[in-house]
């Protein structure tokens, strides 16, 4: 969606930076000449929307939990095979209903205090009985019956029927002995004390709402600590500000660039420009209806658009060619499933008969044998007799939403329908209320698409019109139900594609989503500040938003030369820059290949 930050959880992407003055927060990038530190700074263009991991879904918000707890287990900076993380080895009973994980014995709190499997416990058993603990990531436990910690070091979880993410729950563990003092989870963002406990890489020491969020090294973590002293997220609203401070050398890296910014930076001294396959996708979102669990509808989404004739014609009107070509100049992949090509084993796209292709005659002849009719002034008119005109929420901070809002009324203009683009810097209040008629959604892909496919079933809606559920878009439907509560019990993982692929045939042919394009991800960092830094995959894969903590975790300072220690490192490919550092991985891959705040919606 475009608007929670559907993670999840509705999670957006991390948007591409674009608008509003920076604000100066924390030193330069590189080694600091008052004190011989090193800081590492990373703009991003997307707010936090809560440092709490219960009710995280934004990208940003989500990234900056993987640096600072463990997951049970991770994905391999290389492949993205699934690895140890909290839990050094798992096993699950001949039924696939008992799942017993063993619980690493060198995890330690930032505080001084072991992490055990009541830990996970606690952090599990919470978002089963506290719906509100559940907001984020309360699919990956709804299927949960009982959750044991029998020893401190197993970790015992019985399933009410098999489940296929048991090796993939990507639910941030949480300290016990902190968060059991939390009353309300619903209204605890975990953003007043610091630092913030955590067992990951990083522990927060400081945040300021659209200003920075500032991370120290766990000197105690398992794999080892990071190079950098200090790593800093700095809020910039404006794109080109952000690119501006890279250039000053104000910042380390800057993700989510525009094609010309991209360009611009090329040639530029002391940067490097990585352009790979991304993992999110970039579509349009019809509302269905906004509803409740309970039964109740809200919103004022355009009634016409729950005709699927009428959904069916926009989409004929969009000329996907263009969007890659002209909006995002070459710097994607033409979109068609809802899983992108870089996840091979669930990538699907239609058939010639099923695909919705660029055809604004059928587009035309769509609508007119549906009953929609040009009135005498050209407008296209409703079955009431109304003109059909529609709004579109955009990203105020996304240059893509603009530049695509621009064309979509160009086409829809010309089968005489109206189309006002709504450019907020919050998207997410009218989207959760559902007052809106179509949006600009995306989503970052997971290596396991679990989550992302559960934001469109029935039980993410919200329980009442009042509360928030973990829904991208409303969409309820009840064959997309049947294949989703398959393919999560499904162990034989081409058994689960196959599945999955009829998934994403099911949403393409409702109409309610509109994948237009998959893409890259275009990100440009200072070689005088960073020696070298993993990428994922390792074979030209991107830097910013990983499924993991990878980048910033094994982040070199230029002044280190980028030499590399014993501390644990994966395998992955290091985009090395200056004298000691070669160049391994070969960029511009153009092609391969959160959603919803922003652009940078969560995972």
Known sequence: MVIMAPHRSLRLLLASAVTVAPLAIGGPAQADEADGTSVLTVAVSQSVDSLSPFLAQRLVSTSIHRLTYEYLTNYDAKDARTVPGLATAWKSSPDKLTWTYTIRSDSMWSDGKQATAEDAAWTFNTMMTDENAATANGSFTANFEKVTAPDPRTLVIRLKKPQATMTALDVPIVPKHVWEKVGDFSKFNNDKRFPIVGNGPFVITDYKVDQYVKLKPNKDFWRGAPKFDELVLRYYKDGDAAVAALRKGEVS??????????????????IKVNDAPGRRFFALATNPGARAKDGRKFGNGHPALLDPAVRKALFHAVDRRTIVDKVFQGHAVEGEGYI???FDTYFWKPGTAQKVAYDPAKAERTLEQAGYRKNSSGKR??????PLDFRILCHATDPHDKAVGKYLQEWWGELGIGLKVDCLDNVSDPWLKGDYDLAFDGWSVNPDPDFVLSIHTCAALPATPKDT???????????????YAEQAVEYDTAKRAA????????????????????PNAV????TDHIASITTMPSDGGNIYGQDGYWSWWSAQPAA???A??????????WIGVGAAAAVLVAVGVLTAVRRRSTTDDRE
């Open 340 to 342: 992108p090509p870089r």
């Open 560 to 562: 280190d030369g980028g």
């Open 523 to 526: 990100e440009a960092y200072r």
């Open 564 to 573: 590399d220690d014993d501390s644990g490192s994966p395998a992955g490919v």
């Open 469 to 483: 559920g973990a829904t991208d878009n409303f969409i309820c439907d009840k064959r997309y139900d049947e294949l």
């Open 253 to 270: 890296f800057v993700p989510n660039l525009t094609p010309a910014q991209a360009a611009s930076l090329k040639s530029a001294e002391n």
């Open 499 to 518: 599945l999955v692929r009829q998934l994403q045939s099911r949403l393409y042919d409702t109409g309610y989503m509109n994948v237009m394009a998959y």
């Open 381 to 386: 008119v409703g079955k009431d007799g109304k």
